[in-house]
């Protein structure tokens, strides 16, 4: 069976929303991420300070989610602590990866947010709009669709919202919801069903949207969210394909990164595989996280003296390691990073230097820092060692002279970002709940 047939017998399973594909592609949908940088045309240590301003937001976002308020913030920030935390209040975004897809009939084109870690798909919504942050393309308007749709509490994509993003009343007949992203991003509005056009010639149809009339954050360009997570509601499973990959073309390049959805989603048998790990917790948003598990870390020959529960979920479902879309530079429990910074320093042996106007904790001077010679790095995940190359991990700043580690150190979970992804085939497979891996050239793909 072709995946998109599979997934209208999979969502009468779940007693899903039944999306409907017109045009039945046989190798799936290829899309085209941007990078939220690359508009304003962010490079060099700029970019790296913008990364690192959202990396800490993110982190500190998702857990946020996991349980406290954001504001009791748990992320121990280094250098540029106080200016991430000051910079959030004007600048919430933490947007990362953009992706370009259209929504309606006629189809409108619509930039949003690719997130891996929720489930949620959202626009910023003329129903009217009572608050929008600004956005470059035209706001999508219900009334000027023809496929726009209200979606009742009694269905079952409603109840998948659960609480508390739910906010269905009894004399209510349509479906409110609210969702905070704990970074300062927020949407609040009606949940509906709507086409959606996915590339050039897929056509989506009764997928649940939310339609958002008071929006908080603003996105970096984008006028929504795509959340991809493992929950109901994200797009994956609304396709109900099982596996999508994607690729992130170099941190510092402009190129942009492919994202596949359905059987155009393959690896070579060369490709390496990690399972997922579920979140004993069954706390709502948690359950949207890919977890996987983290045994260790090799600095040259050595495995770091690294207690294996430090990247652990608790039975409480605390802790533990994520992959994510939305965070640049992988955090690392301190007590890990700590001892990562360590082994490098050891290793490196130049003086150590300021990183703070990058909102990076561990820096070498060198005055040819693209030149430093760092040693062999390796994540050992269960089943799946991963090799970091240089580029993956070290962040230069020719200007200042330094060439830094481009990871950060967080309280309360660690989370496998997109810096240390990049040239690297990754592929979800939902199906065999594995994350799988390659090397691979990006913009090649
Ligand atoms: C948004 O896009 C416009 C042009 O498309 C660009 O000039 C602007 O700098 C971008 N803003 C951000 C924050 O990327
Ligand atoms: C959806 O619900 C809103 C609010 O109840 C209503 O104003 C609108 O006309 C409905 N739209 C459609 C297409 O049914
Ligand atoms: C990107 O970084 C790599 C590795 O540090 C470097 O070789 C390359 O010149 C950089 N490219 C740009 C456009 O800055």
């Known amino acids: 069976m072709a995946p998109f047939e599979v997934s209208i017998l999979l969502c009468l399973l779940l007693l899903l929303p039944c999306v409907a594909i017109s045009s039945t592609p046989n190798r799936g949908v290829r899309l085209e991420l941007t990078h939220a940088d690359d508009r ?30 954001s504001s009791t913030a748990r992320l121990r920030i280094d250098g540029a602590g106080a200016g991430a935390a000051a910079m959030a209040a004007v600048h919430a975004s933490t947007a990362t990866y953009l992706v370009h897809i ?9 930039t949003a947010v690719l997130d891996t870690g929720s489930d949620l798909i959202w626009t910023q919504c003329d129903a009217p709009c009572r608050r929008c942050f600004p956005q470059p393309s035209p706001l999508y308007a219900p009334a000027g669709s ?60 009764g997928v649940a949207f939310g339609c958002g009339t008071e929006n908080l954050g603003g996105t ?6 795509v959340g ?40 070579s048998s060369a490709a390496k595989s990690t399972p997922f790990v579920p979140n004993p917790s069954g706390a709502l948003r948690k359950s949207s996280y890919y977890y996987l598990s983290l045994e260790g870390i090799t600095v040259g020959d050595t495995l770091l003296p690294i207690d294996p529960a430090v990247f652990q979920l ?29 082994a490098l320093a050891a290793r490196v042996r130049l003086p150590l230097a300021s990183g703070a106007h990058l909102g990076l904790s561990l820096c070498f001077g060198a005055a040819a ?7 062999r790095l390796v994540f050992h995940f269960d089943g799946a060692d991963m090799e970091l190359r240089r580029e993956s991990y070290v962040v230069e700043d020719r200007g200042a002279g330094v060439a830094c580690l481009g990871m950060v150190s967080a309280r309360g979970m ?27 050239k990006c913009g090649e793909l």
């Open 146 to 205: 023809a496929t726009y749709a209200n979606v009742s509490c009694r269905t079952p994509m409603c109840q998948a919202l659960q609480s508390p993003w739910s906010r269905c009343s009894a004399p209510d007949p349509g479906c409110p919801y609210y969702f905070s992203y704990g970074d300062g991003t927020s949407t609040d509005g009606v949940l509906a069903t709507e086409t959606f056009t996915l590339g050039s010639d897929t056509i989506v149809r």
């Open 414 to 440: 660690s989370v496998l970002g997109s810096m240390q992804q990049q040239n690297m085939h990754v592929l979800y497979d939902l199906d065999k709940g594995v994350l799988s891996f390659e090397p691979a």
């Open 220 to 225: 970096d360009n984008s006028s929504g969210l």
């Open 40 to 69: 304003g045309g962010y490079a060099g240590a700029e970019r790296v300070r913008r990364a690192a301003d959202r990396t800490h937001r993110r982190v500190n976002g998702l857990l946020g989610a996991v349980g406290k308020p």
């Open 228 to 267: 991809m997570g493992r929950g109901p509601l994200s797009l994956v499973s609304q396709l109900g394909i099982t596996r999508f990959s994607y690729c992130f073309t170099p941190f510092n390049a402009t190129a942009a990164s492919p994202l596949f959805l359905g059987s155009s989603a393959s690896l």
């Open 102 to 110: 259209a929504i309606g009939t006629p189809p409108l084109p619509l």
């Open 314 to 342: 608790t039975p409480m479902g605390d802790g533990g390691l994520i992959i994510d879309s939305g965070t640049t530079f992988t955090a690392l429990e301190e007590r890990a990073f700590v001892v990562l910074a360590r």
């Open 369 to 375: 820092p693209e030149a430093v010679d760092v040693p």
